[in-house]
């Protein structure tokens, strides 16, 4: 099979061709590439579920590691003001 013959379900084959203003070959390209990055990114999340079960086989909180992994994605200014928010909403409600 060619590189530029896509196969359906149903075992039908046809060269990918231009259709009302539709570039087949350029559409084509588009798909098998983001076909290829959705199964990178399966791959990706299942490592990242081992290294979440490794750690928490090794005694660590996963819930409290993502809420980290969360904040550290944040910007420190953001973080430092989301921080004295919540601590003003819990004093505000006698938490603190």
């Keep these: 099979m060619s590189q530029n013959v896509a196969e359906f379900p149903g075992g039908g084959q046809e060269e990918p061709k231009d259709v009302g203003g539709v570039a087949g070959k350029?559409?084509?390209?588009?798909?098998?590439r983001i076909e290829t990055l959705e199964?990178?990114?399966?791959a990706l999340m299942e490592d990242l579920k081992e290294v979440y079960a490794e750690a928490k086989g090794t005694g660590f909180d996963v819930k409290t590691i993502r809420k980290i992994v969360s904040l550290r994605k944040q910007d420190v200014e953001?973080?430092?003001e989301a921080d004295e928010l919540l601590d003003l909403y819990k004093s505000a409600i006698g938490m603190i």
């Design 39 to 42: 199964q990178e990114k399966a």
């Design 26 to 32: 350029r559409l084509q390209s588009f798909i098998e």
């Design 78 to 80: 953001k973080r430092r």
